[in-house]
C-alpha cells in the first residue's frame, strides 16, 4: 500500500503545527513499513489530507477513486491547517466551521479527530462522512532530554539566561492579542522568570492596540513569530511551564510535544477538547486569565504540585508505532471497501 500524505503550507508556515503534522503521519508510517508519497501525481492507493486549502488536491484524488482521509482540528493554532472560525453570540464564542473545510470534508471517505468532542462539533457544523477518534502519536527521541546539544539551541540563539526559569505560552497575534494579559501578569510579578510569547504574525503585530500591549509589556516578556523547528523544539525542552492562555481552540499537536518535553501545562478551558486533558492530573484547566495567572505563580513558586509526569506517562502511551498501526487499520478499511465495490 503506498499512501499520498500531502501537506504543502507556504514557507512561512513550514515549521508549525501543520508541517510537524505531517511530519508525524510519515514517522508512523516509516517505523510501520508502510510506503508513503508527497506528490500528488505519483501512484498511490490512499490519499491523506490535513488542510482545508488544500481542497483542489483533494478533488485530484477523488477524481482518480483513489479513497481519502482528512485530519481536522489537530493543528488549530497553525492558519495553515485551521478549520474553524468564530463569532458571538449571546457573549459566548461560537465555533463554526470554515465553509470550505466543510466542503472539503464532506468529499472525504474518513474524517480522523482527535477525540469525542471534536467529532461532535464537525456533525453539529454538517459533517455527513464517517469519522474516527485517533490522536496522532509522538517520537519521543525527538524530546530526549539527553541531547543536550538540543537544548543549547535555545540559549544560544535568544542568548537568555540559563538560570532564568523559562514559561513558554502559544497563542495568537490577533487584533487584541486576546488571553495574552495571563501570561503579561505573571511576567510582571516574576521579573527573575524569562516568559516568551510565540504565536503565527500572519495577522501582524501593526495594529494600535496590539503595540501598546507590547509596549507596555515588561522586559522579561517576549514576542516572537514561529521559531524554525529546531529551536522551537529547543524551547520546549528548555521550558518549566507551557500555556494555552487564548480562547480560540487551539488543537493538538503542540500540546502533545509539551507533554513529550515534561512542561507543567497551565491552559485555558476554551482552547482544549475537554478530554483532553484532566484537571490537576495531567494539567492544570482554568477559565479566567486571573486563574491562569495565578496557576502560573503558584507553580513556578512550588506551592502546586507539578502534573508532568502523569502527562509524559499519557503523551508516551502515543508513540509512533501505535499510530501508525492505526493508520494502516483505517487505510486498509478503505482500500479494501474499494476492491469489494469493484469486484461487485
Known amino acids: 500500500m503506498k499512501v499520498l500524505v500531502y501537506f504543502q503550507p507556504s514557507q512561512k508556515h513550514d515549521n508549525f503545527e501543520g508541517a510537524r503534522m505531517r511530519k508525524t503521519i510519515k514517522g508512523a508510517l516509516e517505523v510501520s513499513n508502510s510506503v508513503f508519497t508527497s506528490n500528488i501525481y505519483d501512484d498511490y492507493d490512499v490519499a491523506h489530507f490535513m488542510s482545508p486549502d488544500d481542497e483542489n488536491k483533494l478533488n485530484i484524488a477523488v477524481e482518480r477513486k483513489v479513497p481519502v482521509v482528512v485530519s481536522a482540528l489537530f493543528g488549530e493554532a497553525d492558519p495553515s491547517t485551521r478549520f474553524l472560525n468564530y463569532k458571538s453570540k449571546d457573549g459566548k464564542r461560537i465555533s463554526t466551521l470554515k465553509p470550505k473545510a466543510l466542503r472539503m470534508l464532506n468529499k472525504a471517505d474518513l474524517i480522523l479527530v482527535p477525540c469525542e468532542s471534536a467529532k461532535e462539533l464537525l456533525i453539529a457544523n454538517g459533517v455527513n462522512r464517517k469519522i474516527e477518534i485517533c490522536m496522532p502519536g509522538v517520537n519521543l527521541s525527538r524530546f530526549n532530554f539527553s541531547r543536550e546539544d538540543e537544548k543549547e539551541l535555545f540559549y544560544r540563539y535568544f542568548r537568555e539566561d540559563k538560570n532564568k526559569k523559562l514559561v513558554l505560552a502559544l497563542g495568537e497575534y490577533a487584533y487584541n492579542l486576546e488571553g495574552i494579559h495571563a501570561v503579561i ?65 487551539a488543537g493538538f499537536i503542540s500540546l502533545e510535544e509539551a507533554m513529550a518535553s515534561n512542561c507543567q501545562l497551565i491552559v485555558r478551558k476554551n482552547a482544549i477538547c475537554p478530554e483532553a486533558l484532566e484537571n490537576e492530573k495531567t494539567a492544570y484547566v482554568a477559565e479566567f486569565s486571573e486563574t491562569l495567572t495565578s496557576l502560573c505563580l503558584d507553580y513556578l513558586d512550588g506551592k502546586i504540585k507539578p502534573t508532568t509526569e502523569e502527562a509524559y506517562n499519557k503523551i508516551a502511551s502515543r508513540n509512533l508505532e501505535t499510530f501508525g498501526q492505526e493508520l494502516i487499520g483505517f487505510y486498509k478499511a478503505l482500500t479494501d471497501k474499494k476492491n469489494t465495490l469493484r469486484r461487485n
Open 185 to 249: 501578569d505573571a511576567a510582571i510579578k516574576r521579573p527573575d522568570v524569562t516568559f516568551y510569547y510565540v504565536g503565527d504574525e500572519s495577522f501582524a503585530l501593526n495594529s494600535r492596540r496590539s503595540k501598546k500591549i507590547i509596549r507596555s509589556s515588561p522586559k522579561n516578556m517576549h514576542f516572537i513569530g514561529i521559531p524554525t523547528d529546531d529551536i522551537y523544539r529547543s524551547m520546549f525542552l528548555n521550558a518549566d511551564v507551557f500555556m494555552l492562555p487564548g480562547y480560540n481552540f
